[in-house]
């Protein structure tokens, strides 16, 4: 015998949270409507049967009771952890992370409302998923610099600059000198494609990332862009995270950086000249690097609650954030009926 059978949803019409003493929170669903309507079929050897069906239940009121207890040093609390794998990929990125979470071990002891917990393992996935879709590279070229600095991917200095104006004043041809005498009065433009994959870490005062790139040089040769020079910049970068205006955001400062000569096509270069790009790196790569951090990201659960005077730590292996938060009572209802509406019973 064979049975088709259709049914219908629920409804809420009021949803309330109401404290009762001495220590109780009640989510109340006041006057749930739920209907079952539906066809049906049924068959069994020779007989057949069809029919319609409908009911109602109207008025239907259910109450979750939660109870609060206090500890003994006569503190309310309610310790609830929730734990996620916390990986960060791209869109219709199916690949799985091939490395895993390092444990956090936290501190029992709280005075605030909510924390977060975030380990290296979040910055982690989302480098490699970036190195493994080519996501990492960056180019610097007078497009995407400011008019201050675009001098500086010059063969040729300019001949009259305000010694006061230090950054005006340098050009590549002038830190490699046999750029700007094979190639004068043209520009130069770089490539930065990562060497390794960049590795984070939290090490208990601020974030560190260390990063190995090869840097493409190339020069513009009578509207051809030709590559002249392969290097290898290897160094280390700390970011320092904050809360602010309701975002995590962060600061890159390049600490530690090497430059090295690959490969070249210029005759006569001396290899020890390519560390005169180390102030190139510093000067537009930190700042490429940093850009994005300083937008930031805005904290988790903003359209459901409000963080009061959120405070960031940076521990051993992950940051913490720390706050007290102010319920969004609209959202928090409306998140509840869509709940409730889309329910089918």
């Not at 069809?50 to 979750?64: C, H, K, P, R």
């Not at 260390?210 to 190339?218: H, V």
């Not at 998140?335 to 089918?344: A, C, G, L, S, V």
């Amino acid at each position: 015998m064979s049975l088709c059978l259709v049914v219908g949803g629920a409804e809420d019409k009021v949803s309330v949270v109401n404290f009762l003493p001495p220590h109780f929170i009640v989510l109340g669903l006041e006057n749930m409507d739920i209907w079952l309507s539906g066809l049906f079929y049924g068959s069994g050897g020779p007989i057949q049967v069809e029919g319609f069906v409908d009911g109602y239940i109207v008025g239907m009121t259910v109450a979750l009771t939660t109870e609060f207890t206090s500890t003994h040093d006569g503190m309310m609390r309610v310790q609830q952890i929730i734990s996620t794998t916390g990986e960060i990929r791209y869109h219709n990125n199916h690949e799985p992370t091939p490395f895993y979470p390092k444990p956090i071990y936290t501190h029992t002891d709280s005075d605030r409302m909510l924390y977060f917990y975030g380990s290296d393992y979040l910055f982690n996935s989302l480098l490699y998923h970036a190195y493994q879709t080519n996501k990492l590279s960056i180019k610097i070229n007078e497009e995407n610099l400011s008019d201050k600095y675009r001098g500086f991917l010059s063969t040729t200095c300019p001949g009259s600059v305000a010694a006061k104006d230090f950054a005006s004043s340098i050009c590549v041809g002038k830190l490699i000198p046999i750029i700007g005498e094979t190639y004068p009065n043209t520009t130069t433009s770089f490539l930065l494609l990562p060497h390794e994959l960049p590795d984070f870490q939290f090490n208990g005062d601020a974030g560190a990332i260390k990063l190995s790139s090869r840097i493409l040089t190339y020069v513009d040769d009578h509207g051809h862009e030709k590559q002249i020079m392969v290097s290898t910049a290897e160094g280390q970068a700390d970011i320092l995270l904050a809360a602010q205006n309701g975002r995590l955001v962060g600061d890159l400062k390049l600490n530690r950086l090497s430059v090295h000569l690959h490969r070249s096509a210029l005759l006569g270069l001396d290899p020890t000249s390519i560390e005169q790009l180390t102030p190139l790196a510093k000067t537009f790569i930190g700042p490429q690097l940093s850009q994005a951090l300083k937008k930031g990201v805005p904290f988790p659960l903003k359209d459901s609650i409000t963080f009061v005077d959120p405070q960031l730590r940076t521990r051993d292996g992950y940051v913490e954030l720390a706050t007290d938060f102010q319920l969004n009572e609209d959202a928090l209802r409306e998140k509840i009926r869509e709940t409730f509406t889309n329910i089918n019973v």
